[in-house]
Structures are given as C-alpha cells and as structure tokens.
C-alpha cells in the first residue's frame, strides 16, 4: 500500500530504527526546559509510529509537538541510531502543511514573503549609509535578523569590514527565505531569482554573509545553485575574518556559543575561535560547545511561534556563559546575539556581541 | 473610557505610539495602552534600560517585541528614568495581562511636567486620536 505521507516514504525505516534510548532527552533544548517527552525526538519519533501505523491522525492537535522543535540538530549528533530527526521533522512539517495544519506564525510567515522582502514585513530597508548593488569584490549579505532586529550589530560589523578595506557592496537584498524549507514551506524562488540577480549583477566572485542561516542556504539549497554555478564563493565571515590580522586585543574573560546552523549543520566551529583566540587571551569554552553546544532556542522557527520557551530556552545558554565567569558572550549569528540578548537579565553582566560587533567595539575604545 | 472595545483611561496622557503617562507628582509613570498591547499580541521581551539613562521627547530610548512585532519606545517628555518594573524582565506578558497597573513599564522624573500638555489627554481627543488611528490599522491588515 502507498505510503500516506512523504515522511513515511522517505524515513519510515529511521523512525522505526530509533531505539528510544533517550540520549536525546540530555542534549535536547526544548525537552531541558519543559521536560515533556512529546516535545523531543523521542517522543516524537513515537508519535510519528504512531502515524504510521494508523493509531493516530496527523493533523492540527500534532501541530505543538511538531512545530515546537529547532532543528538544532543535537539529538541527531548524540543517537546512536543516527536518526536524522531534523530532516524527518522538516519533511513531517511539509506533510501537515500539504493537509492544511500548519502552525498559524509559519503560515503567516510563507504569506510574508509573499508579499514582502524579509520576515517581518518591514517595508522600510535599514539604511546603512551605505552604497548597494554596486560593483565589488565581495557581497556583504545581511540577513532579516542582522537587518531588523540586529542593526547596531549589522552596522559594526560594516564598520569593520571598511576599516579592513574590504571591497564589498550591499545589495537590495531580500530574504533568503531557507526558513521556509524549516517550517513546512518551500525556498520562495522569486526572492531567490531576486537575490541571484543582484548578487550577479555585482560581478562580485565571493558572497560574505554574517548570517549562519543565509550561509546555509546559500550552500546547501538548489534553488541557490546558481552561486556555485557562477564560480561564487559563499564565506561565513568567521571564515573570511580568520585571513586578517586582527591587531586589538582585550584582556576580559571571553567564551563563545556556537550557533546551530554554523556548528552542527555546517561543521564551522574553528573559525571563530581562531580569530577569538587572536584578540582574546582569556578565551573560556563552556562545558557544552562546539558539536555539543546547546541551542539558544531560536532556530527552526520556534522565536516566531513560541516565543515565551524561545527566550526562556536562550536563558539556560545565558546562565551556562555566565558560570563560566565571562564577561563577554560572543557567537557568530544574529539571531542567536537576538535572543539571548532578550534573555539576558540585568543582573547577568555580561556583554553579547558577534565578534565582528566586539572586534569593531575594542578597536573604538583602542 | 472604552472605545470601540478599548479600555482607554481618559485621566492619563497619552504619546501618539500608543504609550500612557500618568502623573504621580515627582515622577511619572509610563506603559503601553490597551489598543496597542491587543495589536502587539502576547509581548516577550521588553527592554529595561538602566536607571539614570536621560530621556528625550520623542527619542527612542528602549524597544519591546511581540511574536511578530518590534515596537520602539520613545520618550514622552525629557527627564531622567528613575525606576524601570523589573517584573517585566521574567513576565513581559503582564502588559498583557494588566497594562494599566501591573504592567507599567517606566518611570521618569520630568525635567519640565509642562511638556504634558502636548500630549493628548481630554477625553474628547483621546476618542478622536484612537479612531482615527483603529480605521488606520485596519486598513494596513
């Protein structure tokens, strides 16, 4: 018999592989701070046999458990299985969203971009008070975050890059809209199409993008074949920062969370710290880092739906940066400086920064 | 005064983004209004800069999120902000719940109260101000 659901055609036998040990539970960022089974790999991969074996109907009452997950990737690099639970949860998402039960922020998110050139429906591009679209070495791709939420953090990141005399032009961007592909939709070619052309159109070689999500869209997405068609590179800056010399220094105790998309879906973890380590004598990791770094609760779409367990997600991060004794958080994506920014309290002293954000902070203080 | 389903206090002041002021004497004391806080939805974070920070008219001085929305606050008069509610800090959503009381979000010792007056604050403006800008936002949905 035809399977119902895409999900079932393509990972039945994973599902069915997961063992339920659990050692998901340890790693899992939604399961450490509601403790409720359902919403972690386990258990979903539970309700998942559960689908497939009839017992129970994929449809709106899932929509919690299915939706409230980001994809972090960490039950997948602690299963022993191998189980690909994030892979699974963005093929299940399709699959509910092709019935019509979907999670009413990511629907209102696919509509967004619809009608709009980011996610959150800002009319008005940030100005930067800088030139775009023109011809450059190098494209500076900022991403919806970097743009709307981060932009202090987006313009310290351009100051430095000047200040290194990179030869780079913005574009009228607009959202890479990889998100999409998370939450039950698909990459929205028209703003793809739009962001190859400006990007060709530039005759830059490279693409530089402070955005761990945009770097992985840019390099792992069809829709964005073109780029590599075209000979265009596509850098991290934590990749393209490490080739300079970075001449300040501080002596406050600093660490580092490695952003999910970056670290465990991208494999960057060296990077950073090369370039850390240059300006930072007192470099502390956390107990969790790198592969095992724990998710600031902001990915997969879960800052949007479920913000409350977002933030209180990026408040567990904060507090493991804290007991290190670092004054100074710094991590290589928006989005994660976003929300555990939002998470922090005032007690907890301690500054969060990309390090692009912090290198051009030290160099205005030197 | 309830407007078209707003809870709109008519002996408090308001700045035209939708944020309340209510003088206390020394000090006034700021939030988001009922109209506002059902547009923004459930808030998550709001920000609580540091006593002491010095407030201009009309300068954002912090910012608040929704799920979907980031909203600036901007100063309603000039003064120094003196107290900040640090129950907002780990339960944003008493705006939601209590926008008037439990949910107020600053407070800022004036450096001059008479900048009040270009608020708007009669009963009869404040009805005209808040239908104009109900039939504003329906439009833009």
Same mark, same amino acid.
């Given at each position: ?190 703003? $793809? &199409?739009?962001? @190859?052309?400006?990007?060709?159109? !530039? =005759?830059? *070689?490279?693409?530089? %993008?402070? /955005?761990?999500? #945009? ?98 997600? $990026? &408040?567990?991060? @904060?507090?493991?940066?804290?007991? !290190? =004794?670092? *004054?100074?958080?710094? %991590?290589? /994506?928006?989005? #994660? ?30 | ?141």
């Amino acid at each position: 018999m035809e399977a119902k659901y895409d999900f079932v055609k393509r990972y039945r036998d994973q599902i069915l592989k997961c063992s339920k040990c659990g050692f998901c539970q340890a790693v899992c960022p939604v399961f450490g701070l509601t403790l409720r089974p359902a919403l972690n790999a386990r258990g979903k991969m539970l309700i998942l046999k559960e689908v497939m074996d009839g017992q129970i109907a994929l449809d709106d009452t899932l929509i919690e458990t299915l939706f409230q997950c980001t994809t972090c990737a960490n039950c997948l690099k602690n299963c022993p299985s191998d189980v690909n639970v994030p892979e699974i949860i963005r093929q299940v998402r399709k699959d509910m969203v092709g019935i019509g039960s979907c999670h009413p922020a990511f629907r209102g998110m696919q509509q967004v971009l619809q009608s709009h050139s980011n996610i959150y429906a800002e009319d008005e591009p940030e100005d930067f008070g800088r030139e775009r679209n023109k011809k450059a070495r190098s494209v500076y791709f900022i991403g919806c975050v970097g743009s709307h939420r981060e932009a202090e953090s987006t313009l310290a990141t351009l100051r430095l890059l000047d200040r290194l005399k990179v030869d780079y032009t913005l574009i009228d961007e607009v959202c890479c809209s990889g998100v999409l592909e998370d939450v039950g939709f698909q990459t929205n070619e028209r703003l $793809a &199409r739009k962001n @190859i052309e400006l990007v060709l159109a !530039t =005759g830059s *070689e490279t693409i530089i %993008t402070g /955005c761990p999500y #945009c770097f992985r869209t840019f390099t792992q997405n069809q829709q964005y074949a073109a780029f590599k068609e075209n000979g265009i590179d596509v850098l991290h800056i934590s990749q393209f920062l490490k080739r300079f010399d970075i001449e300040v220094k501080t002596d406050r105790r600093v660490t580092y969370h490695d952003p999910c998309d970056l670290g465990r879906h991208c494999g960057i973890y060296q990077e950073p710290r090369d370039t850390i380590q240059k300006i930072a004598s007192n470099f502390v990791e956390m107990p969790r880092n790198r592969e095992n770094a724990l998710c600031c609760g902001a990915g997969g779409g879960v800052r949007g739906a479920f913000a409350k367990n977002s933030i209180a997600m $990026a &408040r567990r991060r @904060i507090q493991e940066a804290v007991d !290190t =004794g670092a *004054e100074v958080l710094l %991590t290589e /994506c928006n989005s #994660c400086v976003h929300n555990l920014t939002n998470a922090r309290l005032r007690k907890q002293h301690i500054g969060i920064y990309t390090t692009t954000a912090f290198i051009n902070l030290l160099m205005d203080a030197g | 005064m309830e407007i078209e389903g707003y809870n709109m206090p008519e002996d408090l002041y308001y700045e035209g983004n939708h944020f309340w002021v209510r003088d206390e004497g020394d000090v006034l004391v700021m939030g988001m209004d009922d109209f506002a806080r059902k547009l923004a939805g459930e808030i998550v974070y709001v920000q609580l800069p540091e006593e002491g920070k010095m407030i201009e008219t009309g300068k954002k001085f912090a910012k608040m999120e929704s799920g979907k929305w980031l909203g600036k606050v901007f100063g309603p008069v000039s003064g120094e902000l003196v107290e900040v509610n640090e129950a907002l800090e780990e339960n944003p959503g008493l705006i939601n719940e209590d926008c008037y009381g439990k949910g107020w979000m600053y407070k800022i010792k004036p450096r001059d109260k008479s900048e009040l007056e270009k608020l708007i604050h009669t009963a009869e403006d404040i009805q005209k101000w808040l239908l104009a800008d109900i039939e504003k936002y329906a439009k833009e949905k």
